[in-house]
């Protein structure tokens, strides 16, 4: 099984500061098959990034993912006081499906 | 518009059965691979298996296998989670997800079930 470490557990930024979320794999993530989820208070998760670095459908520019292996990024250029949530990683590159435990991000 | 629905919040006794519903609509339900993810109180997603309606074809987390069935009408369009003998440590968030054609993350979430379980 794959496990994901996010960092940092907590991630707390002033409007319009750029976020760097960070996501390590146990081992290699073959093809990029990592996603990322964006989870608000009380909501359903919602898909923000695939293959490593494509956005989801209506996604807005301001976020960004890269990386590749076993270490990778999801990047939001200019905070944004909607973007306060919890975010996660997944990779689907094999069997059982994992996610990363979650990054917080909390406006100053 | 794609949807998935979920069946409301439950509160059941430890012991007691379970089995908690997602519809799906606006898309081909018997062409995609829904999921089911729970979220215990205060804590992260976990993938508990994945259902293709289309010919039941089913997969499990090795860590629930034998803990819940998850099974499909797709006459109704509708997945469903059970449980035969639930336990406090059931008591979680359930989402089903349904999963893109040709790759394993998911696109479109239901809104949750919220499972209690108390004496």
């Known amino acids: 099984e794959i496990v994901l470490t996010q960092s940092p557990g907590t991630l707390s930024l002033s409007p319009g500061e750029r976020a760097t979320l960070s996501c390590r794999a146990s081992q290699s993530v073959g093809s990029n098959y990592l996603a990322w989820y964006q989870q608000k208070p009380g909501q359903a998760p919602r898909l923000l990034i695939y293959?490593?670095?494509s956005r989801a459908t209506g996604i807005p520019d301001r976020f960004s993912g890269s990386g590749s292996g076993t270490d990778f990024t999801l990047t939001i250029s200019r905070l944004e006081p909607e973007d306060v949530a919890v975010y996660y990683c997944q990779q689907y590159t094999s069997s059982p499906l994992t996610f990363g435990g979650g990054t917080k991000v909390e406006i100053k | 518009e794609v949807q998935l629905v979920q069946s409301g919040a439950e509160v059941k006794k430890p012991g007691e059965s379970l089995k908690i519903s997602c519809k799906g609509s606006g898309y081909s339900f018997t062409s995609y691979w829904i999921g089911w993810v729970r979220q215990m109180p205060g804590k992260g997603l976990e993938w508990m298996g994945i259902i293709y309606p289309g010919d039941s074809d089913t997969r499990y987390s090795p860590s629930l296998q034998g803990q819940v069935t998850i099974s499909a009408d797709k006459s109704i369009s509708t997945a469903y989670l059970q449980w035969n003998s639930l336990k406090a440590s059931d008591t979680a968030m359930y989402y089903c997800?349904?999963?893109?054609?040709?790759?394993?993350?998911?696109?479109?979430w239901g809104q949750g079930t919220l499972v209690t379980v108390s004496s």
């Open positions: 293959g490593a670095s």
């Open positions: 997800a349904r999963r893109v054609v040709s790759e394993e993350f998911f696109d479109y």
